[in-house]
């Protein structure tokens, strides 16, 4: 996984487990590898993914069961959807609109561009 400099490295490793999840490597019920595991495995320290997985836990992504581990709950990848959808219209969007209208590029022009990439 390569790191970008403009978000920290636990909320990237957090996304990265969220499309996972959506990709369907983990399936919701099912056990998340150790945090040793995914350390060793994202080439980051041990409490980096705590911090991920305490994150993804706030979230109600992950759930961790005592002496267990880390299990994908239920209805995770419908949170997931939900939040990344949210995130896109409140985030996204505007910026991708401001760079719009700041390019001169038309909503035609836009709506082309998507219908050929989905022909593709």
């Known amino acids: ?28 019920g099912e056990r998340m590898p150790s945090v040793r595991e995914y350390a060793a495995e994202a ?32 209805g995770a990848a419908e949170r997931i959807r939900q939040n990344m959808r949210e995130a896109f219209f409140q985030e996204t969007l505007p910026e991708f609109v401001r760079q719009m209208k700041n390019l001169g590029i038309t909503g035609e022009e836009v709506e082309k561009q998507i219908k050929e990439m989905n022909d593709e």
């Open 43 to 74: 080439e980051v320290n041990a409490n980096t993914i705590v911090r991920s997985f305490d994150w993804l836990s706030q979230k109600d992504i992950i759930a961790s069961r005592r002496g267990m581990g880390y299990y994908v709950s239920l």
């Open 1 to 28: 996984m390569e790191y970008k400099n403009n978000k920290p490295i636990f909320l990237q490793i957090a996304e990265h487990i969220c499309y996972e999840i959506l990709g369907g490597i983990y399936r919701e």
